[in-house]
């Protein structure tokens, strides 16, 4: 049976070029994932006495392969704020226009896309003629398009329902989202760009190379009239059928990386071969042929910021809130919180088939069989 082509593959083919400590960091650790460069860790089965042995993996958050372990914790944790209701898939996308100052700044302005997203719909839920209750917000930063161009985006999972500003209902929306998508886009765009021109006033913005020109104040306001001008583009999904769905969906989207190794089809040590949609011409399942360079180079320019932080909750699944106001919710709707899956991905013997595994060092420790 031939083996597909893995990112790592790909990797291992290319010499170190110029990158970003973030990025280099990156590069190394998927290269040596799952190898004898990490070391390895040992278990042994307490039913049948079967050792173990297996390489450690980089855990890096940009390795496809180091993924789905993270992922279903993460997922467990959020069942527990799931709420009976129907949920909304929103997606907020910057104008391309933006693209290199993003880039430039990117801890400063994915956070102002996070902030500009979740005061937009936390504020306009509040509104009587919308909904009229404060509202929840789950939103997840991805930086790609499918054939690994730069393209910020924040998906936002959204429930349909929230507590009254009394505090003593909890208001549910109709079926439909509870806010038109043009009001939402011309909210977004205004606080986004009010947030970008106190960045500029503030100094915090750095501009490089081609965006250098920016530094003068007519230009950066000549782009701010522009950006001001045009649409953006705030996109809805249809409704979630169940919390359930919910989940499987957060599970998809909350620990993805720039491209997954399926994607992935060929590589001949000069080029690459993967698979992405075309949306612009009816999400059709195209092959993109790239240098292994520019592969590369592409796939690196998703790597996010050092302890940046890409998932974010905004009104009532906020931290602060989870204990007072969810809390409320729950007790509102006359519902209690899902439990987590206990379906979770366990190691098993290829032995006996047990699940009963200990590190190798605590076999020979006391209390131990």
């Known amino acids: 049976m031939i083996s597909m082509p893995e990112l790592q593959d790909i990797f291992n083919h290319l010499p170190l070029q110029q990158m970003s400590p973030d990025q280099a960091k990156a590069f190394h650790m998927i290269r040596h994932c799952r190898t004898s460069s990490l070391g390895s860790h040992s278990e042994v089965c307490t039913e049948c006495g079967t050792v173990d042995v ?14 789905k372990a993270v992922q279903e914790k993460w997922v467990n944790s959020q069942m527990a704020k799931l709420l009976p209701v129907g949920y909304f898939h929103l997606v907020f996308t910057l104008p391309q226009e933006l693209n290199t100052l993003v880039f430039q700044n990117q801890s400063l302005l ?3 896309l996070f902030k500009a997203t979740g005061q937009t719909l936390v504020e306009l839920a509040k509104e009587p003629k919308f909904l009229g209750a404060t509202i929840g917000v789950t939103s997840v ?3 790609w398009g499918q054939n690994l161009s730069f393209h910020p985006h924040v998906h936002c ?11 003593l209902r909890f208001v549910r929306s109709s079926k439909k989202f509870f806010i038109p998508v043009k009001v939402i886009s011309r909210k977004f765009r205004g606080k986004f760009l009010y947030l970008l021109k106190n960045a500029y006033e503030n100094k915090e913005l750095c501009f490089f190379n081609d965006a250098r020109s920016l530094m003068i104040k007519s230009n950066f306001q000549a782009l701010i009239d ?8 705030v996109f809805c999904k249809k409704p979630f059928k169940s919390p359930a769905h919910v989940v499987k969906y957060l599970g998809r989207y909350t620990h993805r990386v720039a491209i997954s190794n399926s994607r992935i089809k060929t590589f001949d040590d000069d080029s ?4 992405w949609k075309d949306y612009k011409d009816g999400s059709k399942s195209k092959i993109m042929t790239l240098s292994a360079t520019e592969f590369a180079r592409r796939f690196l320019l998703h790597v996010l910021p050092n302890r940046f932080v890409k998932i974010r909750h905004y009104g009532i699944l906020c931290s602060r809130n989870i204990k007072s106001k969810l809390l409320r919710c729950w007790k509102l709707t006359g519902s209690k919180p899902l439990e987590p899956n206990p379906h979770h991905y366990t190691k098993t013997c290829r032995e006996c088939g047990s699940s009963q595994f200990v590190p190798y060092y605590a076999r020979f420790s006391p209390g131990i069989p």
């Open 157 to 167: 999972v959204v429930p349909g329902g929230g507590l009254s500003v009394d505090g």
């Open 272 to 275: 690459v071969s993967f698979t």
């Open 141 to 143: 930063l991805h930086t």
């Open 110 to 112: 994915y956070s102002l």
């Open 54 to 67: 297996s390489y450690n993996s980089c855990r890096n958050r940009h390795c496809p392969k180091c993924q």
């Open 226 to 233: 522009h950006l001001y001008s045009k649409d953006w583009i």
